[in-house]
């Protein structure tokens, strides 16, 4: 019997006869490593010297900016308060004695101009020079522009430094310029007899009570109100242009009417009517404008005519509590299902029912 030789595992050959190979980048690592941590610590004096004086620069630009009141809050306190000092300063100069100005009054403060910022030095702090702007007016009616130079500084405060300039206003507009209001989608037309009667009584309604007014406008909202003007009556109303709407295949709406409205006003207990007329300006919203009985149901200052809406005047006293605003849970539900459609408390959290039965 010839005895089998046994064969031995060619796997296990290759294992057997497997050399190991230095891998160069395993030894290479601690190299690399040491030269970074080197590079590292060499560099490290000049990145503190660096931060350093960044910081230093940093520091230096706030308290700069908080010296000559750069930024915004030094901006607003300067404007206001200078305003304060340079308003004083004006209406001293104004009741000087001697003054040609002791019968003129301050119309308005219109701003500042002329903003400078004076560096801070090593000696002296910065601050800011701006110019006060006024409109004064005389008792003859003449208006002036006047001006007052002021200086800030936060630590210092405001110190008016020279005398009010006085210069005539310049012209608001030639004579031959005539603008007008936009009437794109709207056509001139002519307030009938009805609608003008509707404007007369309307405006009859404005001086009395709010009831009446309530009543001319057709506001049947029970928890609206109007406002009235009193100690006054209506001596004459006159429409200076009318309108109505008109669709872009040229359609005029003649049930719909804006008009530009002059009432003339007298104190209630006026005698003499011509002498203490008052002349205001409206623009009036005019439904039912093409049939026998139209009326007046909004009102505002001239060019809003083409944006009034219905009953805007008036004011809603109900009672009640404001709509809660758009995406969030009002108290009322109690935390239930809200506008954004977050689960309720009841659902868990869970599918819709009714979802589900519809898929089933």
Not at 48 to 66: D, E, K
Not at 282 to 295: E, I, M, R
Request: proline share 6%.
């Amino acid at each position: 019997m010839v005895a089998r030789k046994h064969r031995r595992n060619q796997v296990d050959d290759m294992i057997d006869t497997a050399e190991v190979t230095p891998n160069p980048e395993a030894a290479e690592r601690p190299k690399r490593r040491y030269r970074l941590i080197r590079r590292a610590l060499t560099l490290s004096p000049f990145m503190t010297s660096f931060c350093a004086l960044v910081a230093f620069i940093a520091v230096g630009v706030l308290i700069q900016n908080m010296q000559t009141g750069a930024g915004p809050t030094g901006e607003t306190s300067a404007s206001q308060t200078g305003r304060i000092q340079a308003t004083s300063a004006l209406q001293d100069w104004m009741d000087g004695e001697g003054s040609i100005f002791s019968d003129a009054v301050i119309t308005s403060w219109d701003g500042i101009s002329n903003r400078e910022e004076v560096e801070a030095t090593d000696s002296e702090i910065g601050y800011q020079l701006m110019t006060h702007d006024f409109t004064i007016a005389t008792a003859d009616g003449v208006y002036y522009r006047a001006a007052v130079r002021t200086a800030y500084a936060p630590s210092k405060g405001v110190k008016v430094i020279s005398s009010p300039s006085i210069a005539p206003l310049a012209p608001t507009a030639v004579s031959e310029w005539e603008p007008e209001e936009p009437t794109e989608g709207w056509r001139e037309v002519s307030a009938s007899a009805s609608a003008t009667d509707a404007i007369d009584s309307w405006a009859t309604a404005l001086t009395s009570s709010p009831q009446d007014l309530k009543l001319t406008t057709r506001d049947e909202n029970a928890a609206h109100v109007y406002a009235t003007l009193t100690g006054v009556r209506v001596s004459e109303i006159s429409v200076s242009e009318a309108r109505s709407p008109q669709s872009r295949q040229g359609e005029v709406d003649t049930s719909t009417l804006v008009a530009t409205v002059s009432v003339q006003l007298v104190p209630e207990d006026a005698e003499d009517e011509q002498e203490a007329t008052t002349t205001v300006t409206y623009d009036v919203l005019v439904h039912g404008a093409d049939t026998a009985a139209p009326y007046v149901t909004a009102w505002g200052p001239v060019g809003t005519g083409t944006t009034l809406t219905d009953h805007e005047n008036a004011a809603a006293l109900d009672g009640t509590v404001d709509d809660a605003p758009a995406g969030t849970v009002s108290p009322s539900d109690g935390g239930g299902e809200s506008p954004l459609e977050r689960p309720s408390p009841s659902d868990g959290g869970g599918a819709d029912k009714q979802i589900d039965a519809e898929e089933n």
